[in-house]
């Protein structure tokens, strides 16, 4: 529901007011910031909880494997810096960082997204029908 209905609005009203020259001379930062933080980000989450739940530092109940953990870690990656933004405008920050910090959490959203849809479909296939050739396709 949150991806199909609330999502597109707010990024909707987000990119419709958003400096688009500051955003496009800045593209590549924001581009670093939000698809490899992002994915760093899954990845070492997704992989730390499953590094703890192999070595038996989770509850013995819990039926989890590493797909399951990797989309955990593709929800809980995505960070949406409204209250630094506030603040930033609130200070009067440098035009050039507001616009990474705002083009990132933007882009992010997005990211996050195709994320877990990835994630979700691995673990509805089941790791015995994932072929290496899954991976790159998504």
């Given at each position: 529901?949150?991806?199909?209905?609330?999502?597109?609005?707010?990024?909707?009203?987000?990119?419709?007011?958003?400096?688009?020259?500051?955003?496009?001379?800045?593209?590549?930062?924001?581009?670093?910031?939000?698809?490899?933080?992002?994915?760093?980000?899954?990845?070492?989450?997704?992989?730390?909880?499953?590094?703890?739940?192999?070595?038996?530092?989770?509850?013995?109940?819990?039926?989890?494997?590493?797909?399951?953990?990797?989309?955990?870690?593709?929800?809980?990656?995505?960070?949406?810096?409204v209250a630094v933004l506030a603040v930033f405008e609130e200070v009067h920050v440098n035009e050039?960082?507001?616009?990474?910090?705002?083009?990132?959490?933007?882009?992010?959203?997005?990211?996050?997204?195709?994320?877990?849809?990835?994630?979700?479909?691995?673990?509805?296939?089941?790791?015995a029908h994932i072929h290496a050739t899954d991976y790159v396709k998504g």
């Amino acid at each position: 529901m949150f991806f199909l209905f609330l999502l597109p609005p707010i990024v909707l009203d987000s990119g419709y007011f958003m400096p688009s020259r500051l955003f496009f001379d800045n593209i590549g930062a924001i581009l670093t910031y939000a698809v490899v933080g992002t994915l760093w980000n899954s990845f070492a989450t997704g992989t730390a909880l499953w590094g703890l739940h192999r070595a038996g530092l989770m509850d013995p109940g819990v039926e989890a494997g590493l797909m399951d953990f990797l989309l955990f870690g593709s929800l809980i990656s995505a960070v949406d810096p409204v209250a630094v933004l506030a603040v930033f405008e609130e200070v009067h920050v440098n035009e050039t960082l507001f616009i990474i910090v705002f083009g990132e959490s933007l882009l992010n959203d997005a990211v996050t997204v195709v994320l877990y849809k990835v994630f979700n479909s691995f673990v509805e296939l089941g790791p015995a029908h994932i072929h290496a050739t899954d991976y790159v396709k998504g």
